[in-house]
């Protein structure tokens, strides 16, 4: 399943529809439906979205969800034309290896996509240490 998938299954059952009521109220047929929230059709369009936000007349949480969701669930990736020889070789590894990474590996790749955001953070200021009175301190002269 995609994110769309599972974000439109939501949808459905949030309305209380069931696959053929929902696909009727949209427009579109049952099996499409199913393509959807099975995640073996890939995600509808933009306009498939802001149809679906008018028909059930939906609010700013729920189209801001699907859209979002839509986003990350696209199946091509363009490369910019600037890009360098290695960000080519590592993506087309990536490619290459996209069906069979191991959930570690897809934790450490969204780690680095992270770092960014993390580096633009300004740093944690290091504790002060704090000395302890030593008794002589703490001794009164009698």
């Known amino acids: 399943m995609s994110p769309f998938s599972t974000v439109f299954r939501e ?7 069931r696959q053929a ?9 049952q099996s499409y439906i199913s393509a959807i929230e099975l995640g073996t059709k890939g995600p ?19 189209q801001k969800r ?6 990350e669930s696209q199946r091509k990736i363009i490369l910019p034309n600037e890009v360098s ?9 990536l490619r290459r290896q996209i069906g069979a990474l191991h959930p570690a590996q897809v934790e ?23 000395k302890r009175k030593s008794e002589s301190d703490t001794t009164e002269a009698v």
């Not at 949808?11 to 529809?17: D, Q």
């Not at 009521?21 to 949209?26: P, V």
């Not at 020889?85 to 087309?92: I, S």
Request: proline share 7%.
């Open 108 to 130: 450490l790749i969204q780690m680095a996509l992270r770092m960014p955001a993390m580096l633009a953070c300004p740093p944690f200021k290091p504790l002060r240490v704090i």
């Open 21 to 29: 009521e929902f696909a009727s109220q949209l427009g579109y047929e």
């Open 85 to 93: 020889d290695e960000t080519y070789k590592m993506f087309n590894e």
């Open 66 to 71: 699907l859209l979002n969701a839509l986003d």
């Open 44 to 62: 509808p369009s933009v306009d498939f979205v802001e149809r679906l936000v008018q028909r059930l007349e939906l609010d700013e949480h729920w």
């Open 11 to 17: 949808l459905r059952i949030f309305c209380e529809l």
